[in-house]
């Protein structure tokens, strides 16, 4: 069974930082590239960043660059999402995938390309 679990939501204040991180299992972890999500209080789900499978490319939405850095770690099967300056407008529900491509583009993304999908964490940050 695919399955891809999240950790590390929280409540901060503007301003802080948090890092997420998300496990997969049921699948080879380094044939796939991972990638983060999130949907805020009446926003579309977007695509907030994305690493190749083998970490050589990363790519970020442009509200986040500079601030988050996604990362993976092969032998634990886990990728992460530092983020720091967090922002009232960050504030949503986080879902983390393992994909099938990691565009530049992040809006290339579409549900065909996901293998795997969290059942997402909250991150606020308050003013």
């Known amino acids: 069974q695919v399955k891809a679990v999240e950790s590390g939501g929280g409540l901060v204040q503007a301003g802080g930082s948090l890092t997420l991180s998300c496990t997969v299992s049921?699948?080879?972890?380094?044939?796939?590239?991972m990638g983060w999500f999130r949907q805020g209080p009446g926003i579309p789900r977007e695509a907030v960043s994305c690493?190749?499978?083998?970490?050589?490319?990363?790519a970020y939405a442009e509200s986040v660059k500079g601030r988050f850095t996604i990362s993976r770690d092969d032998a634990r099967s886990t990728h992460q999402l530092q983020m720091n300056n967090l922002k009232v407008e960050d504030t949503a529900i986080y879902y983390c995938?393992?994909?099938?491509?990691?565009?530049?583009?992040?809006?290339?993304?579409?549900?065909?390309?996901?293998?795997?999908w969290g059942q997402g964490t909250q991150v606020t940050a308050s003013s």
């Open positions: 049921g699948l080879r972890f380094d044939g796939y590239a």
């Open positions: 690493i190749s499978w083998d970490g050589a490319r990363t």
């Open positions: 995938a393992a994909i099938t491509l990691c565009p530049y583009g992040l809006r290339y993304i579409t549900p065909d390309h996901l293998a795997a």
